[in-house]
């Protein structure tokens, strides 16, 4: 250990999104693993309302599985602005992930842990994040998008219909901007169709109809900026008829299967696209990149495809995340040591860039 000071590590959980008591487990999973010796912790709660708060640790309470989100409201640019400090956002979905709260980040000016505003906005936004796969050529389920202006359109059904007639009979639908499959639902048919829209509709304006695909659930840690490292890859069996808010978070409901049993060639294919996707979607720092694989699919360029990329994944005690590293030697708080040193490295990259003009005439 270096015998500067240590590092001032901020904490924040929480937020205006409704994956805010998500976030509150993986923060108490987070500020339970963290390195005592190595950083002075500032652990930062964000009410529904807005409100920061610094919040007392209550990660030595035995019963305790979620910091609450207590103690005296402060101004989050004198948290931000004290010198030597890296925030660590453990926030998930809108106002956290998705680039808002990176550029407050970028604006102060202090090295946070995770991806930028861009990457962040492009990796939450379902219908961007799959615009730019498509565009880079990374398999994915075939899909479709709404904005809810459409909705009252005359057209609209016979639009239902042909999406349909183009993706199939069953369908995943969901809000672009949303996780841990809130709003998410299955439908069969335009009927069902219309009214799992207007559910998705209730958490975004714009809406994915995804044709549902006969897949595995693979995920996998992807470690990094320029330098990239994976961890040991995941599988999650869902046990509803897909992976719910429910499997996601009630220990023992979904199972997880770290490593997964793959081929080695899909084993390969599974890193190279989990790789392509993270570069394509400008993630940095850390991301896990969820796939559909069937070994079997007729087309192999569609054995294995991307469903999504999170950028802020979960870090409760049955996340994939954490368990994929803790499978590839790294435990928790190692983790965490090395989003920090990615930070500060990226934040360093950054400082550098010019902003000033160089001139490219030779003015003597
Ligand atoms: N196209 C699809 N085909 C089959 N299952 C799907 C499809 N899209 C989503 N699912 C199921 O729904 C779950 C949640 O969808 P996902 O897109 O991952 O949303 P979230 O961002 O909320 O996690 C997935 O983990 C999977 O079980
Ligand atoms: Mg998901």
Not at 113 to 130: E, H, I, N, Q, R
Not at 338 to 344: E, G, I, P
Request: net charge negative.
């Amino acid at each position: 250990m270096p015998a500067t000071s240590p590092i001032h590590l901020v904490v924040l959980f929480g937020g205006r999104s409704a994956e805010h008591d998500i976030s509150r487990v993986s923060a108490f999973n987070v500020l339970r693993s963290v390195d005592r010796d190595r950083y002075d912790v500032t652990p930062i709660g964000i009410e529904r309302d807005g409100t920061w708060r610094r919040c007392s640790d209550n990660t030595a309470n035995a019963d305790a599985t979620a910091i609450e989100i207590d103690g005296d409201a402060v101004n989050p640019f004198d948290v931000l602005k004290s010198p030597g400090t890296v925030v660590f956002p453990v926030l998930h979905g809108p106002n956290g992930e998705d680039g808002t709260m990176q550029g407050l980040l970028e604006v102060v000016g202090v090295p946070y842990v995770g991806s930028g505003v861009l990457g962040s906005a492009v990796s939450m936004d379902k219908a961007m994040a799959k615009t730019v796969l498509g565009a880079h050529q990374i398999a994915q389920p075939h899909w479709r998008s709404i904005q809810r202006y459409q909705v009252d359109q005359p057209d609209f059904d016979q639009m239902l219909d042909a999406i349909v007639d183009e993706l199939g009979e069953e369908l995943f639908v969901k809000p672009a901007n949303m996780g841990s499959s809130i709003g998410v639902s299955k439908a069969n048919g335009a009927t069902e169709l219309r009214s799992a829209i207007d559910m998705a509709l209730n958490y975004d304006d714009i809406v994915i109809i995804e044709e549902a695909v006969t897949a595995r659930e693979i995920e996998i840690a992807v470690l990094g900026n320029e330098e990239l490292s994976l961890g040991s890859i995941g599988e999650v069996r869902p046990a509803a008829d897909f992976y719910d808010y429910e499997d996601k978070y009630s220990d023992g409901v979904a199972d997880v299967v770290i490593p997964a049993v793959l081929s080695p060639a899909i084993e390969a294919a599974v890193r190279e696209t989990a790789v392509a996707a993270y570069r394509a979607l400008r993630a940095e720092g850390l991301a896990r990149v969820d796939l559909f694989v069937n070994e079997d699919h007729p087309e192999p360029s569609r054995r294995v495809m991307v469903n999504e990329i999170n950028t802020l994944p979960g870090f409760t005690q049955i996340s994939v995340y954490p368990q994929s590293w803790e499978h590839a030697g790294v435990s928790h708080s190692d983790l965490i040591d090395k989003l920090v040193d990615l930070a500060l490295q990226r934040h360093q990259r950054m400082s550098a860039h010019h902003v000033d003009v160089i001139s490219t005439r030779d003015d003597q």
